[in-house]
Every structure is written in C-alpha cells, then in structure tokens.
C-alpha cells in the first residue's frame, strides 16, 4: 500500500484541483508521473500519439484530463495546440519528462546528431516554458525538469546526451534564480537508470543485457515528482537525485 499524499498547495478556489501538464505522458516515466498524480491533481497529457494519449486519459480516474498532442520540436504545433487548453485560474504544474538518446562517441556523432539531441532535450523544454510563463506565474506555479545522472557525469558514447543534460541543468538553475520574483518553484529531478525503453535502447548500445530489477522503477521517479509538486507553499524542493538502491 503506497503513503498516504500530503494536501497538493492550496488553491484559491478550495475545490480546484491543481492543474499540470506533464510531457511524454505515454510512456515510461512520463505515464508513471500521470498516474502518480491523478488522485489530486487535474492534467494536460503531452505527447506525439493522441490515441495513446486518449487511451491514458480514460485510465487516470478521478483526474480531469486534456490533451497536447504535438511534436514538441515544431514551434507552430504547440502553440496550436496550447492554444487549444483550458487553463483557467493557471497552472500548477510543468512537467518536462519528454526527452530522447543520442548514443555514440565523439568520434561517430555528426551536427546533425547533435542538434536532435539539443532541440529535444533542452531547446523544447526552453520553449514550452517560456510560452507557459503567464499561466504558470499566475498560479506561482512549480516547473519540473526530468534531467538525469548524466546531469551530473559523462561516460564514453555518452558526450550528446550528457551534454544536453548538463545544458538542461544550466536552464533549471537560470530559470529558478529569474523567476523567484514571480513566484515560481524550479525543480531538478536527477534519476539514475531507470526500467524504461530508452533504458533498453541505452543496454543495446552497449552491447549489455536487461535486468529491469537492476533498475529504478518508472514509479520511484515519479514520486520524487510527486513530492516536488504536492509540498507546501513555505517550501521548495529544488535539485534532488534519486538511485538504484542495489
């Protein structure tokens, strides 16, 4: 039986559940953080698939749920799709789970690697923030980045991605430091390996087998998440770092 959850912030309205919009919704992490916060919370499931993303939504009772359904990549869908929301009062919550892998060494890799590791992993992130400032200011809303230990350190064939995580990182911290002002919570969330496809995706490049117990669990990360989002108004989770326990 999982712990009870402590109350979400309160909002002005005391029978509004707050709103977040968590991206790569349909899978993996992403998918673990919707279900993590549907009991208290109302949500915008970002993804490219609007089948996966209207099956995940008839699953996530008693949530009320919308859809951004967008290549976070393409400026123009978004805003099109954003466009689209209702936001209301504002919103609670930015969830950035969506992201990608570029594996291969220096050597290998070529601009064009680079910049796909960059537009997803960071420039998007950058980019569905700043559109949702408003709405997130007028809710002293909380961001949260789903960075990685790669944040932190690099391995060999690693360069691409780790780079655009400690790129990420660098936003985090900017973006916090600016909109303190505002109101506004940025949270690093940094998991280690994680029972995921990119995980799997990750094991091939190296040539090494799968053990999903040798890994985190979608649900751990997403309660890291969960506590980011649901502490109280005097208080601030700002970088944390979640492992394996093995």
């Not at 993590?36 to 915008?44: G, M, T, V």
């Not at 290549?71 to 919103?91: R, S, Y």
């Not at 949270?187 to 094991?203: A, K, N």
């Amino acid at each position: 039986m999982s712990a009870p959850h402590p109350d979400p912030a309160p909002a002005s309205d005391p029978g509004r559940r707050p709103l977040v919009l968590v991206t790569g919704a349909s899978r993996g992490i992403g998918r673990a953080i919707a279900a993590e916060l549907a009991a208290d919370h109302d949500l915008i499931l970002g993804g490219r698939d609007p089948e996966a993303l209207r099956e995940l939504a008839g699953e996530l009772t008693p949530a009320r749920t919308q859809i951004l359904a967008a290549e976070l990549t393409d400026q123009v869908a978004v805003a099109a799709a954003l466009a689209e929301l209702d936001l209301g009062e504002g919103l609670d919550g930015l969830v950035h789970s969506a992201g990608i892998l570029v594996s291969g060494t220096v050597e290998e890799l070529g601009a064009a690697d680079w910049a796909r590791s960059f537009a997803v992993n960071v420039t998007a992130v950058a980019e569905l923030t700043r559109a949702l400032l408003p709405p997130l200011r007028a809710a002293r809303g909380t961001v949260v980045m789903i960075n990685s230990g790669n944040g932190f350190t690099a391995r060999a064939g690693g360069a691409a991605y780790a780079a655009s995580k400690f790129a990420l990182r660098a936003l985090a911290d900017a973006l916090r430091e600016e909109e303190r002002p505002h109101g506004l919570r940025v949270v690093s969330i940094h998991p280690g390996r994680t029972d995921s496809d990119m995980q799997r995706q990750l094991r091939a490049f190296e040539d090494g087998a799968y053990r999903p117990t040798d890994y985190l669990r979608p649900q751990s990360v997403a309660a890291t998440v969960g506590l980011a989002l649901r502490i109280g108004e005097d208080a601030a989770v700002e970088s944390l770092s979640i492992r394996p326990r093995g």
